[in-house]
């Protein structure tokens, strides 16, 4: 079975461009989870989707961070405009419903903005 | 500062070497997990612990879960240069769907 899809695997823009990130998850898994990874702060969670609704985005940096699942095989993150403190590994992860604390991971989109 | 602390944040050995990583909170969770992450990819679940106390073994593997839920240690025997990468641990506090990560313990098994 195919396991999380993400895309670009690598982004490289520069500062106030527009950034959007894609994610689909594994088929069947209800709730969805996008992740930022840096060396300072490591692993952190900005935002999850139950059920293709938005439930916590209270990691969502600020205003110029945005996500959308318009359905359950497609989720996106958007930065606009970005700037170079959002350079960053951007991971999607799925779950299950009813086990919700066994999350699989993308590989990993890696975006450097100059 | 973290709410999981994991110790050591880095350790190097030899092949064929124990090992044992440590996962530590004030708070409890109910439920921990422990990821694998290798360069250029995405964390790997190895194993989840629900109940205080409980012990669960993957081959090499030993995850230990403590008895106030607040804990958790991981311990390799005979560690292989396929060990190399960064072990994390997370915990969930709700029974919800959010988990929170620790820092991260990057493991170096040397040929």
């Known amino acids: 079975d195919a396991g999380v899809i993400q895309s670009p695997r690598h982004e490289v823009t520069e500062m106030g461009q527009e950034v959007t990130l894609r994610c689909k998850p594994i088929s069947g898994h209800n709730s969805l989870f996008w992740y930022r990874q840096t060396m300072m702060r490591g692993l952190e969670l900005l935002i999850y989707?139950?059920?293709?609704?938005?439930?916590?985005d209270s990691g969502m940096p600020e205003d110029r961070f945005s996500a959308k699942m318009p359905n359950a095989s497609f989720s996106t993150l958007k930065i606009q405009p970005s700037e170079p403190r959002d350079s960053a590994v951007y991971f999607c992860?799925?779950?299950?419903?009813?086990?919700?604390?066994?999350?699989?991971f993308g590989p990993g989109t890696r975006l450097t903005v100059t | 500062t973290q709410l999981l602390e994991q110790s050591p944040q880095f350790l190097s050995i030899q092949e064929g070497e124990n090992l044992t990583v440590y996962c530590n909170s004030s708070s409890v969770f109910s439920s921990l997990q422990w990821y694998r992450q290798e360069p250029g990819e995405g964390p790997v679940l190895l194993v989840t612990v629900v109940t205080g106390g409980e012990v669960k073994k993957l081959k090499r593997l030993t995850f230990q879960f403590g008895d106030a839920r607040k804990d958790s240690s991981l311990h390799i025997t005979a560690a292989q240069t396929g060990d190399t990468g960064l072990y994390l641990c997370?915990?969930?506090?709700?029974?919800?769907?959010?988990?929170?990560f620790g820092g991260g313990t990057r493991v170096l098994v040397k040929p």
């Open positions: 997370a915990g969930d506090k709700t029974a919800g769907n959010k988990l929170t």
């Open positions: 992860a799925s779950s299950l419903w009813d086990i919700p604390y066994e999350q699989y």
């Open positions: 989707f139950n059920n293709n609704v938005p439930i916590d």
